[in-house]
């Protein structure tokens, strides 16, 4: 008997202790969630009920001379003449660093093949990368190899600020100023990380569609509606107080990859005139940009932020973009340009086993960063 009692209170003692590590885990997680939920909430608040964003307009305003400072880098490498005497049809910026040569070479033999897209397609999309200056002194003269390269390919826009992080809004800055003046006439503006993956001839079927209508006021990709500024200084993307004040930021694009009309790239080139950049996270800049000149993103359900596409053919014939793309972009590419995956996907029973995949791929009980689940409906 006294056996069986001193088991049952180690028993309780063991249940007492799980309870307390289970609760004191369920704290710690539920402050952190707790912290994100609340921040959601007041950040919806803000961008549904209060949508104030016209303050963050005008404290953001700053004297032309001074917003000039963003942009008045000089070029160390650029092309003039690129999209001289062309019908240009799409201005295909990829953002790119000093040390991402391979990156660009996979670019530049796959999705970014200017010769291949208008032998296929028939429209001429000038495909450049963006970039600022390698740091000094770093041992390896990234210079030197850079000008090598630009010889080569003569696709290198560099101007001299230090190509890091916190310089993607300059990034910015330069591709909007430099379509402005080298490359206005173009008819569409995309700007994509040189680590995504574009579809560009679905992307060309789409933008040609759209030219066809008559649209301007045009701005596609994955959009951010009512994020908040992230206030935890471990962030990558934290952003202090005195740099942006307000809850949300007005809506804008994963600057994974979007795309812009060209009314649109000059407005947006307007409002780099006279805001203040100091805001370093490129593609919420280009949100505030574009809330200043009273443009709205739209969204498409196939263009990627973070997400990766699934690996299937139904997934190629609709697909705009995939984030996180590196040593299998030249398979990808194969695969989801083939003839074969557009008359495999036609026809009604294509098009219902193409559902039915689609809706095995992409909804999923569980969060799974990937297009959403009603892009399996379209
Ligand atoms: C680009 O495409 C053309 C035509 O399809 C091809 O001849 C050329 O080798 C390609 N360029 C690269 C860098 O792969
Ligand atoms: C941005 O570039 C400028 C000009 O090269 C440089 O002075 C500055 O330190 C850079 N900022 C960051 C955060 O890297
Ligand atoms: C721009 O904003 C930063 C803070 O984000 C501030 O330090 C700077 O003084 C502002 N620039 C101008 C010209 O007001
Ligand atoms: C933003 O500010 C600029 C300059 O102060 C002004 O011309 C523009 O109309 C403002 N935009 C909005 C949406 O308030």
Redesign the pocket.
Known sequence: MFLRFRRARRCQCVQLMTTCLVLSVVMVCWEQLDNSVVSHVKSYSYRYLVNRFIDINKSLTIPHEQARTFSNFPYLLDHPDKCAGRDVFLLLFVKTSPENTDRRKAV???WG?E??IQ??LGVTVKVVFALGAARKGEGINFQKRLIQEDRLHGDLIQQDFLDSFHNLTLKLILQFHWMHSRCAHAHFFMTADDDIFVHVPNLVGYLQDVRSRGVTHFWVGRVHRGAPPIRSKDSKYYVPFEMYQWLAYPDYTAGAGYVVSSDVADKVYQATLTLNASLYIDDVFMGICANAVGVTPQEHVYFAGEGKAPYHMCIYDQMMTSHGHVEDIYDLWKAATHPQVKQWTSGLTGRLYCTAVKMVLLCKPYYFNTYPCKAAFL
Do not use: G, I, K, L
């Open positions: 530049r033999s796959t093949n010769t291949y032998n296929t």
